[in-house]
């Protein structure tokens, strides 16, 4: 084996332990994102419509995503790298060398991180993580700010996600008639 897979096998195996949990809370969460996002949200669309079924979806990923807030900070375990990109970006916000690029990337994070940062999250995933990334500080419960960031990444979200699974359910209800 070089030299290289050598350490990389060294490095694999010390962090076994982190790789595990990170994994497991991944797992996890892709299993509850994909029972709430697909069967459970196209079945409330259909059954109740997208007023009714809007706000039920929101109620659910309400209770859904605060629970998720509240057993991250309880555990204060970084279990979805949440703080180290947040590290990693607050690195990139602090460039000030030579490299125009790297200067262009460090302005932009600078004057727009934040919001640019909720609306991907708001959209991409859900609010436990738009609040995780955007609130000050880490562990710390819901601040008035996180809480803004919270109830807003909740609406934007969920108003997103119910007009797409509305809109995919009253296609197929007018396609098979």
């Keep these: 084996m070089s ?25 996890f969460d892709l299993i509850l994102e994909h029972a709430f996002n697909y069967p459970l949200y196209g079945y409330v669309m259909w059954r109740f419509g997208l007023q009714k079924g809007f706000l039920i ?3 659910l990923s309400f209770l ?7 057993v991250y900070d309880y555990l204060k375990k970084d279990l979805f790298l949440i703080e180290g990109v947040k590290d990693w970006v607050d690195g990139l916000k602090k460039y000030e ?12 994070l600078k004057k727009g991180g934040v919001p640019i940062a909720f609306v991907i999250l708001s959209l991409w995933k859900d609010p436990f993580y738009t609040v995780a990334f955007c609130r000050n500080g880490r562990y ?7 809480w803004s960031i919270f109830l807003s990444s909740l609406v934007v979200g ?20």
């Design 3 to 27: 030299g290289f897979l050598k350490k990389v096998a060294a490095n694999i195996a010390v962090k076994k332990k982190r790789i595990g949990e990170v994994g497991a809370a991944y797992m």
């Design 158 to 177: 969920n108003a997103t996600w119910a007009l797409a699974v509305f809109g995919g359910v009253e296609s197929i209800k007018f396609i098979i008639g």
């Design 64 to 70: 859904i995503c605060y629970a998720q807030i509240r």
């Design 57 to 59: 979806m929101v109620s």
């Design 97 to 108: 060398g030579h490299n125009w690029f790297r200067r262009a990337v460090a302005f932009s």
């Design 140 to 146: 710390n419960g819901l601040s008035v700010k996180g």
